[in-house]
Nanobody
């Protein structure tokens, strides 16, 4: 059974940092795109950052320069280092695994597996 388990969420003041982790089990995700999505209260889920096989990375404009996605294929894990956090970064962060084409990285429909999410709250 494939499972993705996120951790690392919490409450932090604006300007602070958090590091999210997502560990996968049940399959080798070396050939998958691993992506972080997020959903703010009352809003639709949105793309945050993606790590494609071969280590290319992609970011939403809203997080570029502040967030860094990385992966460890040996551990079947993906991480999201979040710095200079803002109140608008508040939400539930989900990791997802799939094989979307490059132009569809931000579309949730291209992902086969999802975690349950970890909550991030940034206070002003």
């Amino acid at each position: 059974q494939v499972q993705l388990a996120e951790s690392g969420g919490g409450v932090v003041q604006a300007g602070g940092s958090l590091r999210l982790s997502c560990v996968a089990s049940g399959e080798n995700f070396r050939t998958y795109t691993l992506t972080w999505f997020r959903q703010a209260p009352g809003k639709d889920r949105e793309f945050a950052a993606a790590s494609r096989p071969g280590s290319s990375t992609h970011y939403a404009n809203s997080v570029k320069g502040r967030f860094t996605i990385s992966r460890d294929n040996a551990r079947n894990a993906v991480y999201l280092q979040m710095n200079s956090l803002k109140p608008e970064d508040t939400g539930i962060y989900y990791c997802a695994a799939g094989k979307p084409i490059l132009s569809n990285l931000g579309s949730s429909g291209g992902y086969y597996y999802w975690g349950q999410g970890t909550e991030v709250a940034v206070s002003s």
